[in-house]
């Protein structure tokens, strides 16, 4: 089950739009599953992330410094069923973005409930929602620790205010949303 899927059947991207407006991630992003289903996924978050760019991020692409920082709950693994909660551990990295034109490659690292950690390493895409709202979608690979090789998807929906921040002369210095972090097994 690929976390597009998952999002599709839940209709979770309907939910995360309120959510964003009261700060809370939507707990319905994620239902249930049967044991089928975590057959196919090594594991199911979500959780809020926090990017601050210096200079803020603009319409224009250009270089910036951007830290991300954010947590992660009400995970859910059939490999690892202690992993409850991460934290992303804060990371600060250099590269040429613009609100819609970037695609930006990072690594991140995970630290889980347990102590352990994952460093994946992603590159994402930003589309826009019919309702003004912002998808950057990332997808790569689990490079070390736990889950090491397993696929990474990760989908964050940012409030249509990030897009209104970014056309702004000064930009978007601080974007915060929901986030969705499915790792998947190689085949």
Same mark, same amino acid.
């Given at each position: 089950m690929t976390l597009a899927s998952l999002l599709a059947s839940t209709g979770a991207l309907t939910s995360q739009e309120e959510a964003l407006q009261s700060e809370e991630p939507p707990a319905e992003l994620i239902e249930s599953t049967d044991s @089928?289903?975590?057959?196919?996924?090594?594991?199911? #978050?979500r959780g809020t992330v926090s990017l601050t760019y210096s200079p803020g991020l603009t319409a224009t692409p250009r270089p910036v410094t951007s830290t991300s920082t954010g947590w992660l709950t009400g995970c859910v693994s059939a490999t690892y069923p202690t992993l409850l909660s991460a934290t992303f551990v804060p990371d600060t990295g250099t590269s040429v973005q613009g609100c819609l034109l970037s695609t930006p490659r990072f690594a991140q690292t995970l630290r889980w409930n347990t102590g352990q950690t994952s460093t994946y390493a992603v590159t994402s895409f930003?589309?826009?929602?019919?309702? *003004?709202? =912002?998808?950057?979608?990332?997808? @790569?690979?689990? +490079?070390?620790?736990?889950?090491? *090789?397993?696929?990474?998807?990760?989908?964050?929906?940012?409030?249509?205010?990030?897009?209104?921040? #970014?056309? =702004?002369?000064? @930009?978007? =210095? +601080?974007? =915060? *949303?929901?986030? +969705?972090?499915?790792? +998947?097994?190689?085949?």
């Open positions: @089928g289903d975590l057959d196919l996924l090594d594991i199911v #978050c930003i589309t826009l929602e019919p309702d *003004g709202a =912002s998808l950057v979608v990332s997808t @790569g690979q689990v +490079t070390a620790g736990l889950f090491a *090789g397993a696929r990474v998807e990760q989908i964050v929906v940012l409030p249509p205010s990030a897009l209104t921040d #970014c056309l =702004s002369d000064a @930009g978007a =210095s +601080t974007i =915060s *949303g929901a986030v +969705t972090l499915t790792l +998947t097994p190689r085949p």
